[in-house]
């Protein structure tokens, strides 16, 4: 198994409160990616990031910022988290070519009340 | 970017081989195939992927239609492991990693 590891994996907040998730690994992949995964929705893309401090905007990254300062370490964060954020966060990590396997964390499962 | 179409859910029985086909017919010359697959409350793993010829390993096999138009994951013998929903994803050299994830089939295995 790939070595990605994401932290924490159950979480429980209030709506408005500051939430940031992490995702780390071990496999000096280039590439990390933030989804989050709702029934009737699939697996949708928050951000990516190509490299230490470059990210870019997937489909639903409104609400969410992400920062990576180290290869081994992207993290997510709901700077005011709102109950529709409630969700299953999965972190993903691939290598240089878009033929690359995106191999995925185990997930956070986040509660917004 | 050129999206897939999967049925909802599929049903085998173990021990049995299972075909689970994808459509892409929009898909382009440099599009890769790719296969992934969700078990309970665990995130996607790589299953397999392919360009244009029939690929195999150790989990399963890929079947790619001449005109790439539409491919099948199969699995030879399925087991009761094998019970997840499964994911048909194209990846190019132009969509910079924003893959499109649609709903899968979810394939029940019956024992």
């Known amino acids: 198994d790939a070595g990605i590891t994401q932290s924490p994996r159950h979480k429980v907040t209030e709506t408005g409160t500051p939430v940031t998730l992490r995702c780390h690994q071990t496999e000096n992949h280039r590439y990390m990616y933030w989804y989050r995964q709702d029934p009737g929705h699939g697996l949708r893309l928050i951000h990516y990031?190509?490299?230490?401090?470059?990210?870019d905007k997937g489909e639903v990254s409104d609400g969410y910022s992400v920062s990576r300062s180290k290869t081994e370490d992207f993290l997510l964060t709901l700077e005011s988290a709102t109950s529709s954020q409630t969700s299953v966060y999965f972190c993903?990590?691939?290598?240089?070519?878009?033929?690359?396997?995106?191999?995925f964390g185990p997930g956070t499962r986040l509660t917004v009340l | 970017d050129a999206k897939t179409t999967q049925p909802n859910s599929m049903e085998s029985n173990e021990e049995e081989p299972v075909h689970l086909p994808c459509n892409h017919s929009?898909?382009?010359?440099?599009?890769?195939i790719h296969w992934y697959r969700q078990l309970p409350s665990q995130g996607p793993e790589y299953v397999i992927h392919?360009?244009?010829?029939?690929v195999n390993n150790r989990m399963a096999s890929l079947a790619i239609a001449e005109d790439r138009k539409s491919s099948t994951l199969i699995l030879h013998r399925a087991t009761l492991r094998d019970a997840a929903v499964y994911y048909c994803?194209?990846?190019?050299?132009?969509?910079?990693?924003?893959?499109?994830w649609g709903l899968g089939t979810s394939l029940a295995v019956n024992p």
């Open positions: 993903a990590i691939s290598g240089q070519t878009h033929t690359d396997t995106q191999y």
């Open positions: 990031s190509y490299g230490v401090k470059d990210t």
């Open positions: 994803i194209l990846s190019s050299a132009g969509n910079n990693r924003k893959l499109i």
């Open positions: 392919g360009l244009t010829s029939n």
């Open positions: 929009t898909i382009s010359g440099t599009d890769y």
